[in-house]
């Protein structure tokens, strides 16, 4: 008998501020907002800089290179869409562009022992059911 994983959480759409963002993550693409008035980064999407207001913001690509910040290991978890991972690792990724994420680290045989801050890491797409996005999880680079 097979057993058919529940799907992870999905935004809904029309959804004004992340639908780009999700947008290209069907194409593995980890994008970014940059204000073009004062140069600060913003993450995750919105329609005005966190800075200085301006809603002057283009899009950027990240290469997807960063180091972990943070993290915590899930041992156990009663939703049905994480129940059957086992333990897995959920941390603050530092994106070399200059922002921070929050994701899975995954790749490692024991995330309690193979995580650490600091470590360096790469950006895994996880294709969702349905194709409309991915997720943005990273491993070990």
Same mark, same amino acid.
Request: hydrophobic share 30%; aromatic share 12%; glycine share 6%.
């Given at each position: 008998m097979t057993t058919q994983r529940v799907p992870r959480p999905q935004p809904r759409?029309?959804?004004?501020? =992340?639908?780009?963002?999700?947008?290209? =993550?069907?194409?593995?693409?980890? =994008?970014?907002?940059?204000?073009?008035?004062c140069n600060t980064v913003v993450f995750y999407p919105r329609?005005?800089?966190?800075k200085c207001g301006?809603?002057?913001?283009?899009?950027?690509?990240?290469?997807?290179?960063?180091?972990?910040? =943070?993290?915590?290991?899930?041992?156990?978890?009663?939703?049905p869409s994480f129940r059957d991972l086992g333990a897995y690792a959920v941390g603050y990724v530092d994106l070399d562009e200059g922002f921070r994420i929050m994701t899975n680290v995954v790749g490692v045989k024991n995330p309690s022992t193979d995580v650490k801050c600091g470590m360096r890491v790469k950006?895994?797409?996880?294709?969702?059911?349905?194709?409309?996005i991915s997720l943005p999880l990273f491993e070990p680079a």
């Open positions: 759409f029309p959804e004004p501020d =992340t639908e780009p963002f999700w947008k290209a =993550t069907k194409d593995h693409k980890l =994008t970014y907002q940059k204000c073009n008035d329609r005005h800089c966190t301006s809603a002057n913001l283009a899009w950027h690509t990240s290469k997807g290179l960063g180091a972990v910040y =943070t993290f915590s290991v899930v041992v156990q978890n009663r939703n950006v895994k797409w996880e294709d969702q059911p349905g194709g409309e």
